[in-house]
C-alpha cells in the first residue's frame, strides 16, 4: 500500500503563498490589460468628439425662395447665428487646447468627454438653427433665435376687393413695397456689428410699413384715399400714417442716441474719455432725447410726411419740430477737446531728428525708446482720429433725416 509523501506545514505555507503571488499577478495583469484597454477606448472617444466639434462650419448653400419680409428676418438670424457659431468654435479651441495622453487619469478623460458631448450637442442645434432659418417658411420661435422683434409678413391680397378696390391697393402695395425693398437694403448696409438694439429699431420702422401695406392689401383702407381732399382721413389712415411717420423719424433719432452710448462707451473703455466734453455729450443727449420723446408722444404729428412744407411751417407742430431740430443741430456734434501738442502729427524738423538718431550711430536702446515712443504716438493719435471720425458719422447720418437739412441744402 503506498502511502501518501507527508508535507510539512511549512512546505504547504509556501505553496499556498506562490499560488496567491501567481493568482495575485494574472489579476494585475488583466486590471492593467483591462485598464489600458478602457484607457485606448476612451482617449479614441475624445478623438472622435474632438474632430466633430472642431471641424469647420461648412457654408450655407443658397436659402429657399423665401418672401421679402422673411427673406430679411432669415437672413438676420443666419448672420447672427454664423456669428455665435464662430465664437462657439473659438471658445471651444480655447478650453479643449490641452490635449489628453496615456499618461491622462480615466476619470480625467471622462469629465472631458462629458464635456465635450454637451458642447457638440450645443454646436448642432445652432446648426439645425441655422437651417431652419434657410427653409421657405420661418421655424416656430426658439430660445436660440437671436432676433427679438420679429419681422411682420404681408398679407396677401383679399379675394374681396371690388376692381376699383383692387386697382387702388395694387397702387399703393407697390409703393410700399419699393419702400420696404429700400429699407431692407440699408438694413443690410449697416456697419457690422449691427447690434440688437439697432435691428430692433429698424425693425419695428419696417414693421410699420407692413402693416400699413397690410392694410390696403386686406382691404381695412378700400376707398379712403376719396375723402382726402374733402372730409379728411378716415380715422385707420390716419393712424397708420401717422404712426408710419413716427416710426420714420424715431428710427434714425434712436440709432443715433444708440450710437452715441456705444461710441462714448469705446472711447472710455480705449483711455479717450478726457477727451470727450462731459458737457457737450450730455448736451447733445439732452437734444436728441427731446427730439426723440416729441415723435414717440405724438405732439409732432401733422408736421408733414416728407419733411416741413415752407408754406405752411408756421403751423404750432412744424414750429415745435423747428426748435427741436435747431438744438439737435446746434449740440449734436460732441466735438473732443482740443488735442494736446503730444498727439498732433510730428513737425518736419522732429521727422528729421528721429530719422538722423535711427541712422545715427548712438546706443541701440536709446533707438529703441524712440522707435517705441513713436509708435505709441502714432496709436494714440490713430484712436483720437478715429473717436473724431465716429462722432462726425452719427451726426451726419441724423443731420441728414432732419426736415431743416432739406429745406435748407439745395437741391432737395
Do not use: C
Not at 132 to 150: F, Q, R
Amino acid at each position: 500500500m503506498i502511502k501518501p509523501t507527508p508535507h510539512s506545514i511549512a512546505e504547504r505555507g509556501a505553496t499556498v503563498g506562490r499560488l496567491i503571488q501567481q493568482t495575485h499577478a494574472i489579476q494585475t495583469a488583466v486590471a492593467h490589460s483591462l485598464v489600458s484597454q478602457g484607457h485606448t477606448h476612451m482617449l479614441d472617444t475624445t478623438r472622435r468628439l474632438e474632430q466633430h466639434l472642431l471641424h469647420p462650419v461648412s457654408q450655407m448653400q443658397d436659402s429657399a425662395a423665401q418672401e421679402k419680409g422673411h427673406q430679411l428676418q432669415a437672413w438676420m438670424h443666419v448672420s447672427r447665428i454664423n456669428d455665435a457659431l464662430e465664437s462657439f468654435d473659438q471658445e471651444s479651441r480655447r478650453l479643449f487646447a490641452a490635449q489628453p495622453d496615456a499618461r491622462t487619469t480615466l476619470q480625467a478623460i471622462h469629465q472631458r468627454n462629458e464635456q465635450l458631448s454637451a458642447r457638440v450637442q450645443a454646436r448642432n442645434a445652432l446648426l439645425e438653427r441655422r437651417a431652419a432659418w434657410a427653409a421657405a417658411t420661418p421655424p416656430p420661435s426658439s430660445e436660440l433665435d437671436p432676433i427679438t422683434v420679429p419681422v411682420l409678413r404681408p398679407a396677401p391680397l383679399s379675394n374681396r376687393l371690388n376692381t376699383p378696390g383692387l386697382e387702388q391697393a395694387v397702387k399703393h402695395i407697390n409703393a410700399l413695397e419699393k419702400q420696404l425693398s429700400a429699407l431692407d437694403m440699408h438694413i443690410k448696409q449697416q456697419p457690422p456689428p449691427i447690434s440688437h438694439a439697432e435691428e430692433d429699431i429698424l425693425i419695428r420702422q419696417r414693421n410699420s410699413l407692413t402693416e400699413y401695406r397690410n392694410a390696403w392689401a386686406t382691404g381695412r383702407l378700400q376707398g379712403s384715399s376719396q375723402l382726402k381732399t374733402t372730409l379728411g382721413l378716415v380715422p385707420e389712415r390716419k393712424r397708420l400714417e401717422q404712426n408710419l411717420e413716427r416710426y420714420k423719424q424715431l428710427a434714425p433719432l434712436e440709432l443715433t442716441l444708440h450710437r452715441l452710448e456705444r461710441t462714448v462707451e469705446a472711447a472710455h473703455r480705449s483711455g479717450l474719455g478726457e477727451k470727450l466734453l462731459p458737457q457737450a455729450v450730455a448736451a447733445a443727449r439732452d437734444a436728441l432725447v427731446n427730439l426723440r420723446d416729441a415723435w414717440r408722444n405724438g405732439s409732432l404729428d401733422g408736421s408733414s410726411i416728407e419733411g416741413m412744407n415752407p408754406v405752411l411751417v408756421l403751423t404750432p407742430s412744424n414750429n415745435r419740430r423747428i426748435k427741436l431740430e435747431l438744438a439737435v443741430i446746434e449740440n449734436g456734434f460732441v466735438q473732443l477737446n482740443a488735442v494736446p501738442r503730444t498727439e498732433q502729427a510730428g513737425s518736419d524738423q522732429d521727422q528729421l531728428d528721429f530719422k538722423a538718431l535711427i541712422h545715427s550711430t548712438g546706443k541701440t536702446h536709446v533707438k529703441l525708446g524712440a522707435i517705441h515712443q513713436l509708435k505709441e504716438s502714432n496709436k494714440q493719435r490713430a484712436l483720437v482720429a478715429e473717436l473724431n471720425t465716429d462722432l462726425l458719422n452719427i451726426y451726419n447720418a441724423l443731420n441728414n433725416n432732419l426736415a431743416l437739412h432739406r429745406m435748407t441744402t439745395p437741391g432737395q
